[in-house]
């Protein structure tokens, strides 16, 4: 039996996938390999030539995932572009075989140990975080990698925090202040729908669920993950997309009907530098929302390519998962994923005028242009502020798509739906959100009239 870090290999590939190992775990031996559970259906193959864009009017190479191609892309894809990785970290992805076992002809380095694994069914792998000595690089930590197999870095990504203002003494924190839902035309819109009926996944520092405008949002805290501590970027988040309407309190939400699931991936940073997100939270992340059965996922956060999340992002899109991500605020045109991913709806930032945030990250990630300056939002402790940034510009296109889900009950058709309505005049890529009521009206759900 081949032996790894002084463990026997087959002993660890023998605990239950919902097990995973715990730090300095040391098995008894087993010769049985992993027998892995059921992935999700994935698509089979690429789309045949000739085939409809999911989204008319969006090229291939900018909507929808590549091909179902089962094999992973090489670490040679995952170049280091000087972006900040948990040091002494890598991901070891080991993939299900065609016998339904994990791979496990893999051999870690001298001095390395499997600190924690997992079964992730989108990933359709074992997801298994190798610690090391520091300064070793990543791909020094594992030794062979199976075929179809990955080792990536632990990346680490960051909320594209938002420019916070408390709101004074004296301001009205209401309704008035949100000049975004006028654009999106939202009253007359929840005539036919609220968003109720819809689930969004906010991949983020968690949510405030005690606030008074949030309580439609529900924790799902990812086990050995941050802790679930109300943070403000999450919060804000959350109040865009589903705050309470008609309460008579603070603001209303996009969506205020839609279940909003808060899944604390990210945690806070109290210098308000963007909230840290760690590779291997995001993939448990993602995993949850897909459990929580999410429609729209929203990740208001940027950082490096990197292939395990590339290929979480195109299994959801595959699944029928709406993903949306901020752009980032560094005012540059360099790619920052998830965004820059053709399965993932890129969106930056404009004010009331509907001119470009200045801060905002420019380029073909960019897809969608909706508000995300001057915003009022939700913060932890029944509190308000202003926020600019396109974090939250994502969070209202990710609050508009729910609405459209909830009205159609068909996610691919509901992102159709708002791309057509947004080209409509021949317009080029990034468009501008749309108003709601004529996205409704080409699902077939027209507002009334008056």
């Not at 698509?43 to 179902?68: F, L, N, T």
């Not at 990785?85 to 065609?98: C, Q």
Request: glycine share 12%.
């Amino acid at each position: 039996m081949r032996r790894v870090a002084g463990v026997a290999l087959a002993a660890l590939l023998a605990l239950v996938p919902a097990a995973g190992f715990a730090a300095g775990e040391s098995p008894a031996a087993d010769a049985a390999a992993e027998l892995a559970p059921e992935c999700p259906p994935f698509e089979a193959g690429p789309v045949a030539p000739g085939a409809p864009v999911r989204d008319p009017g969006i090229a291939p190479s900018r909507r929808g995932a590549p091909s179902g191609d089962p094999a992973f892309v090489s670490l040679a894809d995952a170049r280091d572009d000087g972006a900040a990785a948990v040091p002494g970290e890598a991901l070891l992805a080991l993939p299900k075989l065609a016998d339904g076992r994990v791979a496990s002809d893999f051999q870690l380095a001298p001095g390395a140990r499997i600190a924690s694994s997992y079964f992730s069914p989108i990933l359709c792998s074992r997801v298994v975080r190798v610690v090391g000595p520091a300064g070793v690089p990543p791909d020094a930590l594992v030794r062979r990698v199976p075929a179809g197999g990955a080792v990536v870095r632990n990346d680490v990504y960051r909320t594209a925090a938002p420019e916070l203002r408390p709101i004074g003494a004296g301001e009205d924190p209401y309704r008035a202040l949100q000049y975004g839902l006028d654009r999106a035309g939202v009253e007359a819109a929840r005539a036919v729908a609220d968003g109720a009926g819809a689930r969004v996944a906010l991949l983020d520092s968690a949510a405030d669920a005690a606030h008074r405008d949030l309580a439609r949002v529900r924790s799902a805290p990812l086990a050995g993950g941050p802790a679930a501590t109300p943070a403000a970027h999450g919060s804000m988040l959350a109040g865009i997309v589903g705050a309470l309407a008609g309460n008579d309190f603070g603001i209303a939400g996009l969506a205020p009907g839609a279940e909003l699931i808060s899944i604390a991936a990210c945690t806070p940073d109290p210098a308000g530098a963007g909230d840290a997100c760690a590779l291997a939270d995001l993939l448990r992340g993602v995993d949850r929302a897909w459990e929580e059965k999410a429609q729209v996922v929203n990740l208001s956060l940027v950082g490096p390519p990197n292939p395990l999340l590339r290929r979480a992002m195109d299994r959801l899109d595959q699944l029928g998962v709406l993903l949306v991500a901020a752009v980032g605020n560094e005012a540059t045109d360099v790619p920052r994923y998830p965004a820059a991913y053709p399965s993932v709806i890129g969106v930056g930032a404009i004010d009331r005028d509907g001119a470009p945030y200045a801060r905002g990250n420019r380029g073909e990630s960019v897809e969608v242009l909706a508000p995300g300056v001057e915003i009022v939002s939700s913060v932890p402790g029944d509190r308000f502020a202003f926020g600019d940034g396109t974090s939250l510009a994502a969070a209202h296109v990710a609050g508009m798509l729910a609405v459209a889900v909830a009205a159609s009950g068909d996610p691919l058709a509901a992102r159709t739906a708002f791309f057509q309505v947004a080209q409509e005049g021949g317009g080029s890529l990034p468009v501008r959100a749309p108003a709601l009521c004529p996205v409704l009206a080409k699902l077939g759900k027209p507002c009334p009239t008056r």
